[in-house]
């Protein structure tokens, strides 16, 4: 199975968290995107969805799914999106699509975070993949050491040649070769620093349940 059929097999079995007659929240990404296709097959049975990126939100639109702002809904009850890395006990890096800052704040709302990866995303430890940090242009700089000193080679993220702008008006710094021991503990380091938007781990609140893409089947790992 190639790793697009991992991710679409998830993305289907992520379908069963969908509340009838709810919003759902949804995430951004390759893995995300394909769910938003199988979201699309049953758009009638769902209020509409809370997007978390405008990327993703053109997409949910793309399919005739309403999408609302955060700010219209109290209720939500699932969150559904993919991730960098995700550790055995449902810790995770996200933000590789920069889109971390509005992903952590729907999946605040959601009463459940569904995790949807293929099974490569699953690690013992967190780190190969680069931290990405979610930054104050105006405090990039000064970020940047501060993020050093914490044992990770800080590089600011460019695309097309020029430093990537989130959907906030922000940079991103990643962080690379890092070791996260204790992804709570320097989640909680990291967003002391002023100029942090948002930091890509995902510990402190983490998955609750995961649904891992093998060429076996899906296995769903609950937290
Ligand atoms: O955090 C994210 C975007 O900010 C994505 O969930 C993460 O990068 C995984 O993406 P993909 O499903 O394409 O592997």
Redesign the pocket.
Known sequence: MTQDQL?QAVAREAIKYVVDGEYVGV???????FFIDELAKIKDRIKGAVA??EATAARLRSHGIDVVELNQVAILPVYI????EITPQGAM????????TR?KIVASVADKFIC???GS?LVNVLGKFPL?VEVIPMAQAVVARKLAKLGGEPNLRFKDGKPLITDNGCVIIDLVNLKIADPVELERQINQITGVVTV?LFAARGADVCLLGNPDGVKTLTF
């Open positions: 991710k995430g951004t990404g390759s893995t995300a995107n978390s990126s999106d993919g991730a960098d890096i996200k933000g590789g699509g920069a889109a971390l992903e949807i990866a293929d995303k990405p890509g």
